[in-house]
């Protein structure tokens, strides 16, 4: 959430970024995945098969600033477990944010 004011943030290696164009709305499909081929070990937990993906609309036909925001999801999928067990669980977390009202001041 902390980059959608600034979607140059996004752009990395690992990240897949699709626009759509609706009649209503501009939105954009933010995907990343981390930890396909190669567990993580930590503290006897093992991490795997990190997934995420933010949907994020904006006005149509804006700048895509944070003034613009309308509304924006997302959902991360991890799989994890500890040395002691035989499978992995998965853990899956979803938010959601749609603003009633922004408001920008100067404040000193």
Do not use: C
Not at 44 to 57: P, V
């Amino acid at each position: 959430m902390k980059k959608v004011g600034n979607l140059d943030e996004y752009k990395k290696k690992n990240i897949k970024i699709k626009e759509l164009k609706s009649s209503s709305k501009d939105e954009m499909e933010v995907t990343g995945e981390y930890l396909q081929q190669k567990e993580f070990a930590l503290f006897g937990f093992r991490f795997f098969d990190l997934r995420g993906i933010q949907n994020i609309a904006f006005e149509k036909d804006s700048q895509k600033t944070l003034k613009d925001l309308l509304e924006f999801n997302e959902i991360l999928f991890i799989k994890l477990k500890h040395k002691s067990e035989e499978n992995y669980n998965q853990i899956i977390s979803y938010q959601n944010l749609y603003p009633s009202e922004i408001s920008f001041s100067e404040r000193y």
